[in-house]
């Protein structure tokens, strides 16, 4: 009897080793990965509610878990420590961000994040100033002085207002930044504890679209000469156009700014695991579609747009394959 217990205890404790040694794989059935998200209000979480929606439906060897965040500093953070715990994650933001966290620049100066991979284009992020209609604030210089909600700390929203009103002259300490997320500005506005505020997604953004029904609103135009120059000297970023009457109180057309956002995740995660969920995307896009209006920015011919950082191997793959990248 003590024979057997002892051979149980031996086999016991070779197998651990064994899986010490070589590890389950980041796709295992057990697994839960998470896809992190800006707050709950924009136009990049209701995509990542479809993404995490279509992967589990089809793919079963593996779970994505929808977490929202406060904006891309944090989805950056929990991403690098994924990274370095040698587990699979997914995020979506925006590619100004990603190319500073990638390079290790201004906020992300103390680590360059090198194992941060792009898998696809997700959506065009259109950013509104938005104001009550009523405000004095005309231009993007007019901010001057005022209470602004600028978006979550370290989010691609907060650094690319911070930019924008730079190239108009107006520095972080000409006025006053709330970092709130987009409902937080929304109710800002609203309640007249501030005097404007920086929404954005895709068209249309949910969040200003339900802003105009309760409180007369509107957006303030980019400047077209700054607008020229930031894309010159920072091209992930693109000029828009906001019709007229394409929103309530809208009564002209104007000029907005965006950025493109993309769907990442890390160097560590498996390459066949990121073809099939590329692949499975693209094969029920008519259902990733049907969860937003943006969600049909997502195709062949823009599968690359405003991608500064490598692709992640797996992506790459399937990209070529369909011919969206050479």
Do not use: C
């Not at 500093?73 to 991403?79: E, S």
């Not at 609203?190 to 895709?202: C, E, K, T, V, W």
Request: no cysteine; glycine share 10%.
């Amino acid at each position: 009897m003590k024979r057997i217990i002892k051979r149980i205890t031996i086999v016991g404790f070779l197998f651990l080793v064994s899986v010490s040694l070589y590890p389950f794989p980041v796709e295992g059935a057990s697994e839960l990965i998470p896809l992190y998200t800006p707050p709950v209000g924009g136009t990049a979480y209701t995509l990542g509610t479809g993404i995490v929606s279509v992967t589990n439906k089809y793919i079963t060897d593996a779970k994505l878990v929808h977490e929202a965040t406060s904006g891309t500093l944090d989805m950056v953070k929990r991403m690098m420590q994924r990274d370095g715990a040698n587990k699979p994650a997914f995020a979506i933001f925006g590619s100004p961000d990603a190319w500073r966290a990638y390079k290790g620049q201004d906020e992300y100066s103390k680590k360059p994040f090198t194992n941060l991979r792009a898998i696809v284009f997700v959506n065009a992020s259109d950013q509104y100033l938005v104001v009550p209609a009523n405000s004095p604030i005309k231009t993007y210089g007019d901010v001057k002085g005022k209470r602004i909600g600028i978006g979550g700390p370290g989010s691609t929203v907060a650094n690319s207002a911070f930019t924008f009103l730079k190239y108009h002259g107006v520095d972080k300490n000409d006025f006053k930044p709330y970092y709130y997320n987009y409902r937080e500005t929304a109710e800002g506005i609203q309640n007249g504890s501030l005097d404007g505020g920086f929404i954005g997604g895709g068209y249309p953004i949910a969040i200003y679209t339900e802003l105009t029904l309760q409180h007369n609103v509107r957006i303030v135009p980019v400047d077209e000469k700054v607008i020229k120059k930031v894309i010159e000297e920072h091209p992930y970023y693109y000029r828009g156009v906001v019709k007229a009457k394409s929103y309530k109180g809208l009564e002209s057309d104007t000029t907005i700014y965006g950025f493109t956002t993309v769907l990442w995740t890390l160097a560590n995660v498996s390459n066949d695991f990121i073809y099939r969920v590329l692949k499975n995307l693209f094969d029920h896009k008519e259902e990733y579609y049907a969860i937003h209006k943006s969600a049909r920015d997502m195709t062949k011919e823009d599968a690359a747009k405003g991608v500064p950082l490598p692709f992640h191997p797996g992506a790459e793959r399937y990209l070529k394959e369909i011919g969206a990248i050479k």
